[in-house]
């Protein structure tokens, strides 16, 4: 059976740069001075997944999904 991984994907197009999921999860979101945000570290681990799944959640513009892969 074929290992999974998840990912945190931001729709950039969505994002407006409000710093809602920094707020949540800095170690994983990041806006630089250009108000850009960065996705620091991308991988969905148990110790993240919970303030992930908040980020998503309060999101407001439903910006962020967790998407599944083979590894
Ligand atoms: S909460 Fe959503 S809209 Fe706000 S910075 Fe994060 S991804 Fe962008």
């Known amino acids: 059976?074929?290992?999974?991984?998840?990912?945190?994907?931001?729709?950039?197009?969505?994002?407006?740069?409000?710093?809602?999921?920094?707020?949540?999860?800095?170690?994983?979101?990041?806006?630089?001075?250009?108000?850009?945000?960065?996705?620091v570290s991308d991988e969905v681990t148990p110790e993240n997944e919970e303030r992930v799944r908040e980020a998503v959640r309060q999101c407001p513009r439903q910006a962020i999904s967790i998407v599944e892969s083979d590894a």
Do not use: T, W
């Open 1 to 39: 059976m074929s290992k999974k991984i998840r990912k945190i994907s931001v729709d950039f197009g969505l994002c407006e740069a409000n710093a809602v999921c920094m707020g949540i999860i800095p170690e994983v979101f990041d806006l630089d001075e250009q108000d850009y945000l960065h996705v």
